[in-house]
């Protein structure tokens, strides 16, 4: 079974501090996503990668990055975290034009 | 980009019903996938259906490529398919339609 794990299910986090969201897939996937999902708007993707080291941009990447130094592991960073960015941050990962294995999500909260 | 419309956004159901929910989306895509997110948050892969039908268990999917649109059947509900389902396109990058939230009453 594919498995797909997350950093963390719940945090907790302060406007203006930096934040790490990583995830781990396990099955040698080359494509890995990042997505936030919120009441009334869907998932949205906002970054996602094909292979180690590239990154291309989802709908919204504005106040994001993302890093991809392992094949196995993507991480999305948030610079400096802001209210608006309270949400679920789901991770996924597929083989090239295969289905997408979820993560359990990391409900994010900033104060 | 692709617009992916989902129907019913809501639906309730008495255990035993069927149901099919459906999916249209404005553009060729490569791929669609059927997720089910459950009341925990995760969301879980239903059906990779670019075209075609597909079959497990108590769930098909039909997808008819030429036409956008792709069908989501529920037959005999159980109170465990309670959650958000969602269809997924790919053109250059995923896009999800806003689900449709399926309720089953015991």
């Known amino acids: 079974d594919v498995k797909v794990t997350q950093s963390s299910r719940y945090l907790v986090k302060r406007t203006g501090e930096k934040v790490f969201l990583e995830c781990v897939q396990d099955m040698d996937h080359e494509n890995m996503f990042w997505y936030r999902q919120d009441p009334g708007l869907g998932l949205r993707l906002i970054y996602f990668?094909?292979?180690?080291?590239?990154?291309e941009k989802g709908d919204i990447p504005e106040g994001y990055s993302v890093s991809r130094e392992k094949k196995e592991r993507f991480s999305l960073i948030l610079e400096s975290a802001s209210t608006n960015q309270t949400s679920m941050y789901l991770c996924?990962?597929?083989?090239?034009?295969?289905?997408?294995?979820f993560g359990p999500g990391t409900r994010l909260t900033v104060t | 980009g692709i617009q992916v419309e989902q129907s019913p956004p809501d639906l309730i159901l008495q255990e035993g019903a069927n149901s099919t929910l459906r999916c249209n989306f404005s553009d060729s895509v490569n791929n669609l996938q059927w997720f089910h997110q459950n009341p925990w948050g995760q969301l879980i892969n239903l059906f990779y259906?670019?075209?075609g039908t597909k079959q497990n268990g108590r769930l098909s999917a039909t997808t008819v490529a030429t036409e956008r649109y792709s069908l989501l059947y529920i037959s005999s509900s159980q109170t465990t398919d309670s959650g958000v389902y969602f269809c997924a396109v790919e053109d250059n990058d995923m896009r999800f339609g806003a689900g449709t939230r399926l309720t089953v009453k015991p």
């Open positions: 990668s094909y292979d180690v080291k590239m990154k």
């Open positions: 996924a990962s597929s083989l090239w034009e295969a289905e997408q294995y």
């Open positions: 259906i670019p075209s």
